[in-house]
Each structure stands twice: as C-alpha cells, then as structure tokens.
C-alpha cells in the first residue's frame, strides 16, 4: 500500500469525493471570505481536471462536463461532512 492517493482513484467519484471533502476541511480557515461550498466547488473542478489530463489526456468533451460533474462531486463532499458531523455531535439525522 505505497499509494493513499493517485490519479486514478481520484478519477473516481468516491475518490474524488473523499479528496475534496478533506481539502476543503483543512482549507476552509484559509478562505474564510468564501463560501465553504464554492471552496469545495472550485476543488472539484481542479481535482478532476486535473485528473483527467493525467489519466486520459485533455479532450474538450471531457472538459465540458467538469464543471457539471463537479456540482456533484462538491455536494457529495458537504454532504458526506455533515453527515459525519452529526454522528460525532451525537444529533439525530431527520
């Protein structure tokens, strides 16, 4: 297990998911002008932009629908905080 983290697993969903969420917890003090959701929005664009190019090459096609994958991938990332959050703060999810 020399590798936690390569361009492949973050051209999955869940990598790129898992990958975002903590860049965006760790970051998040940082940027604290912007909302944590657009933080986590633009990390989504870079990660799999940036892991398409490494894994596939840059193709336009490809390029087009980051910026809709990411909306999804930036969500999942809040989400998946928040619902660990809970767990930890002992709340009851609704």
Known sequence: MN?????????????????????????????SKLPTQWLSYIYAVVVMALAAIFTTGFSWP???????????VAMSANGAFTAVKRVVDGKKTE
């Open 62 to 72: 490809t390029m087009a629908l980051i910026p809709f994958n990411a909306v999804i």
């Open 3 to 31: 590798e936690f983290v390569s361009w492949e697993t973050l051209g999955t969903f869940a990598g790129c998911a898992a990958l975002v969420a903590i860049l965006t917890q760790f970051t998040k003090g940082l940027f």
